[in-house]
């Protein structure tokens, strides 16, 4: 049996066939394809992969699940995908430490990876996109994870430019569905395909800029994480954000 059907994944021949059945809405500026090196990432840290996994091609879904396997086994791989289907998740726990109840024995019980470590704190990935991130197993060195005030000042810039975009996307959501229901309501209007361009160049903004401040949150979360700050201040903003990203989808 190969890895394909192994982990259920479609073959090339039933992907085709999908592909061809599949009914989309026109997209005048389709999205790139993702690069190598993102689909790496995507393996490595399986929440950014759950993060966008409905916008990615069946492709690039596959070649995501591949690498997945290789990285951390054809079990985390194929849980992955159930999580597809229902439970995804993308948050990070940074619980400190230490903690010499969490061992590796523990990990592997819950269904964790090892998916990075330095001398002081180890980040455990699960197939649901969860992280958890601390100094597990052993004692920490004294001192070693001590979060700064610049370090809280970059979490709170952050918080507040997050939360004044948000504000502004959620406006320009109610200028869409105004236009949407004027069209609806004028549907012989000449003026109709203008309105149709300008609420995708409203979406795929929105869609842009929203990947790109998921994005930025899940970099500050590895490089603030390592210094035992608390990151839940960022935990709305990032809903928030899914939930502009699943309003554009529906869209």
Not at 41 to 69: C, F, I, N, S, Y
Not at 131 to 160: K, N, Y
């Given at each position: 049996?190969?890895?394909?059907?192994?982990?259920?994944?479609?073959?090339?021949?039933?992907?085709?066939?999908?592909?061809?059945?599949?009914?989309?809405?026109?997209?005048?500026?389709?999205?790139?394809?993702?690069?190598?090196?993102?689909?790496?990432?995507?393996?490595?840290?399986?929440?950014?992969?759950?993060?966008?996994?409905?916008?990615?091609?069946?492709?690039?879904?596959?070649?995501?699940?591949?690498?997945?396997?290789?990285?951390?086994?054809?079990?985390?791989?194929?849980?992955?995908?159930?999580?597809?289907?229902?439970?995804?998740?993308?948050?990070?726990?940074?619980?400190?430490?230490?903690?010499?109840?969490?061992?590796?024995?523990?990990?592997?019980?819950?269904?964790?990876?090892?998916?990075?470590?330095?001398?002081?704190?180890?980040?455990?990935v699960h197939p649901?996109?969860?992280?958890?991130?601390?100094?597990?197993?052993?004692?920490?060195?004294?001192?070693?994870?001590?979060?700064?005030?610049?370090?809280?000042?970059?979490?709170?810039?952050?918080?507040?430019?997050?939360?004044?975009?948000?504000?502004?996307?959620?406006?320009?959501?109610?200028?869409?569905?105004?236009?949407?229901?004027?069209?609806?309501?004028?549907?012989?209007?000449?003026?109709?395909?203008?309105?149709?361009?300008?609420?995708?160049?409203?979406?795929?903004?929105?869609?842009?800029?929203?990947?790109?401040?998921?994005?930025?949150?899940?970099?500050?979360?590895?490089?603030?994480?390592?210094?035992?700050?608390?990151l839940t201040p960022?935990?709305?903003?990032?809903?928030?954000?899914?939930?502009?990203?699943?309003?554009?989808?529906?869209?």
């Amino acid at each position: 049996m190969s890895l394909l059907a192994k982990l259920g994944l479609p073959t090339p021949v039933e992907r085709a066939i999908a592909a061809a059945k599949a009914v989309s809405k026109p997209r005048p500026k389709p999205r790139r394809a993702l690069s190598e090196s993102e689909m790496r990432e995507m393996a490595h840290w399986p929440g950014e992969a759950h993060r966008v996994w409905k916008r990615l091609t069946l492709d690039e879904q596959t070649a995501v699940t591949l690498q997945m396997a290789a990285e951390h086994g054809e079990v985390f791989a194929r849980k992955f995908l159930e999580y597809t289907r229902s439970g995804a998740r993308s948050d990070w726990s940074t619980l400190g430490g230490p903690f010499p109840e969490y061992t590796l024995d523990w990990f592997k019980a819950h269904g964790y990876e090892l998916a990075q470590k330095d001398a002081v704190n180890q980040w455990w990935v699960h197939p649901s996109g969860h992280v958890m991130v601390g100094q597990f197993g052993v004692a920490a060195p004294s001192g070693a994870c001590t979060p700064t005030r610049e370090d809280q000042q970059v979490l709170d810039a952050t918080v507040h430019k997050l939360t004044v975009w948000i504000a502004e996307a959620n406006k320009q959501k109610e200028q869409i569905v105004v236009i949407q229901q004027f069209r609806e309501a004028n549907a012989s209007d000449s003026n109709g395909d203008a309105f149709a361009d300008l609420c995708l160049d409203v979406l795929l903004d929105l869609d842009e800029t929203v990947a790109k401040h998921l994005a930025e949150i899940a970099a500050l979360k590895k490089e603030l994480s390592a210094r035992c700050l608390d990151l839940t201040p960022l935990a709305g903003p990032a809903a928030q954000l899914e939930a502009v990203s699943a309003w554009v989808l529906q869209q």
